[in-house]
C-alpha cells in the first residue's frame, strides 16, 4: 500500500465510572457521560480551524456510515453503523515514488515513475514515513468516511460502479465488485498518477480512493508483507 497520511486535532477522552454498589451514581454518570459526549461532539462540530495544509483536504468533524449490510461485504465491514469522527485532514493524492525518495533515498523505482503511487512498503516504513513528515496514518474509520462521505454510498462517486472512475485492472473486476475497467489509463505495473480519474474523487475532494493501489491505515491491519 502506499502511505497517504492524515492529521488531526485531538479531543480528550472522558471517562465516567459507577460501581455496581452505587446504582444511582452509575446512573446519573452513564446521564453524565452521555452529555459530556454531547457537549464535546458539539463543540467539535462547530469550533474553527485552520485551514488544511498544501495537498491536504479537510474533513469536518461528525457522523457518518460506516461499513455495510451488504450479504456481499467481509465480515469485519459489518454492520452497517453511525460513527463520530473528529475533524482531520487527509492528503489529496496517495504518496509517489518521488515524495518517498526523500525520506529513504535507497528507494528504488524503473525511470519515469517519479508520479506513480508508492508501493511495496510495509506498515512500519509507512508509519515511520508520516512521522517523517509530521503526520500519521489515518484510522479506519478516518479513511472510510474520508473516501465515501456521510451517506453510506459504495463507491466515493455513489452507488453504481462506472469503470471511468477508478483505475481497476480486468483481472480483479468482478461481476458483483466492478465491471471490467474501460478507461485504458493504466500506467506501469496496473498503477496511475495520482487524479487521473477525475470522475471518482470523494465528497471531501481526495482521489484514488477506490482503485489504482492498497493504502494503509493505522488500524485493523496485518503486517505480514508489502502492499
Known sequence: ADARVGVT???????????????CL?????????????????????M?????????????AGDFLMGSDSPESEPDERPLRTVFVPAFCIDRYEVTNAAFRRFRPEHTFPPG???LPVTHVTHAEAEAYCRWIGKRLPTDAEWEKAARGTDG???????????????VRDGLASASLAPPSASGVCAAGGKAPGGSFPGGVSPYGCQDMAGNVWEWVSDSFSDDGCW
Open 113 to 115: 515513475e517519479d508520479d
Open 48 to 60: 474553527t480551524y485552520a485551514p488544511p495544509p498544501p495537498g491536504m483536504v479537510w474533513v469536518p
Open 9 to 23: 486535532r485531538s479531543a480528550g477522552r472522558w471517562v465516567l465510572l459507577g460501581t455496581a454498589a452505587a446504582v
Open 153 to 167: 454510498r459504495r463507491y466515493p462517486w455513489g452507488n453504481v460502479f462506472d469503470p471511468r472512475n477508478a483505475n
Open 26 to 46: 452509575a446512573v446519573l454518570a452513564g446521564m453524565a457521560g452521555l452529555t459530556v459526549r454531547t457537549l464535546v461532539r458539539h463543540r467539535l462540530q462547530t
